[in-house]
């Protein structure tokens, strides 16, 4: 807890010059996803600086329905003639491709928030090296526990460490971690630059909650599996997306690049969205709030916000959380049985 360090010491203040809890925290990340990690206060912060350091007018891909944030950063660097945004669906492997015949990065999230779409990462990491694009990739959703894009050639990694890596729900957190110690420099100075450092005490909470994150994955991702196969059976549910499900359309590509499914999964109650705002409303066990990959379980009808208006009006996204299945499932089923 530290601003300031003794003249003629290792350090000496802090926003340029680090300390060891960031540190520390940025070697563990770092070290998961094969890379140099650079800690921002937020994943936000990540994502501004990686858009920040394109030169002005760079042509960027990215997916259409995608965290709304990063969406909205580029959009408002496109009003200013900042950036150009191309907007794809990062499913469709030959459109993304198509749309990047002369720009200058590629921003690929995989699963999307909230769709839960796959990407063909090798395919599109390919063709974007070939074409000369940077690729980064918010690996918010699966963690480098379930899969880790700088193998695949990716250039930079980003994550809202206030999701699952923090996992408690208490803390705002970025990284990008970088393949190129160069590329990790850039942004660290962009982020002594930016003023977006992060807080000594978040950057500690972070750290105590990555040290269970195998541990809450493992049985989120275990609890959304079931809940999906449930409600995927159920009467009143019209679609389930989940890639652990066989007949999910990411299903094929989540199997082979990723080592789990992971703990989100979406779904449409029959009835439209004053049926999904009811089962919001109605839950007791599950948690009616935004954000994601805390122990507990988030609903959240994601269509009431502003810029999301190509997710399905009436879709839930869950993010499952650690409690035991069957309170999640009755809760759930009870709430379904009481807006019929
Ligand atoms: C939450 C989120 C972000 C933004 O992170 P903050 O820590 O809220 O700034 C970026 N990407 C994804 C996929 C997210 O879910």
Avoid at 71 to 91: M, Y
Avoid at 232 to 250: C, F, I, K, M, T
Avoid at 263 to 292: H, K, N, Q, W, Y
Avoid at 309 to 331: F, I, K, N, T, Y
């Amino acid at each position: 807890m530290a601003s300031n360090y003794i003249a003629g010491s290792e350090r000496d203040y802090s926003r340029g010059g680090g300390n060891p809890t960031w540190d520390a925290l940025e070697d563990v990340i770092g070290a998961l996803e094969g890379g140099t990690a650079v800690c921002f206060s937020s994943g936000m912060g990540a994502v501004d600086a990686v858009l920040d350091d394109l030169p002005p007018g760079a042509p960027v891909v990215h997916p259409e329905v995608a965290y709304m944030n990063m969406r909205a950063n580029i959009a408002r660097r496109q009003e200013s003639g900042r950036l150009e945004a191309r907007a794809v669906d990062i499913t469709d492997t030959d459109a993304t491709l198509a749309a990047c015949d002369g720009a200058k990065l590629l921003w690929i999230e995989s699963p999307t928030n909230p769709l839960l779409g796959i990407a063909d990462v090798r395919a599109l990491v390919a063709g974007a090296k070939q074409r000369g694009l940077e690729v980064a990739f918010d690996n918010t959703v699966a963690t480098p526990l379930l899969q880790r894009p700088l193998e695949h050639g990716v250039d930079i990694v980003v994550h809202s460490a206030t999701k699952l890596i923090g996992g408690h729900s208490d803390l705002l957190l970025g990284v990008a971690v970088c393949a190129e110690p160069d590329r990790a420099a850039r942004l660290r100075e962009l982020q002594n630059l930016a003023g977006s450092t992060p807080g000594t005490l978040e950057s500690w909470l972070a750290l105590r909650g990555v040290r269970t994150l195998h541990l809450r994955l493992d049985r989120s991702q275990q609890n959304a599996h079931e809940l999906a196969r449930r409600l995927a059976s159920h009467p009143e549910v019209d679609r389930v997306r989940y890639p652990g499900l066989e007949d999910d359309p990411g299903h094929r590509r989540a199997r082979e690049l990723m080592r789990g499914f992971g703990s989100m999964l979406a779904f449409e109650p029959r009835g439209g969205p004053d049926r999904a705002d009811a089962i919001c409303d109605r839950v007791r066990v599950l948690v009616s709030a935004t954000s994601l990959g805390g122990i507990e379980t988030l609903i959240e009808r994601r269509a009431k916000w502003r810029g999301e208006e190509l997710v399905p009006a009436s879709l839930l996204r869950l993010s499952v959380g650690c409690e035991h299945v069957e309170d999640l499932w009755d809760d759930l089923e009870g709430a379904l049985e009481a807006t019929k």
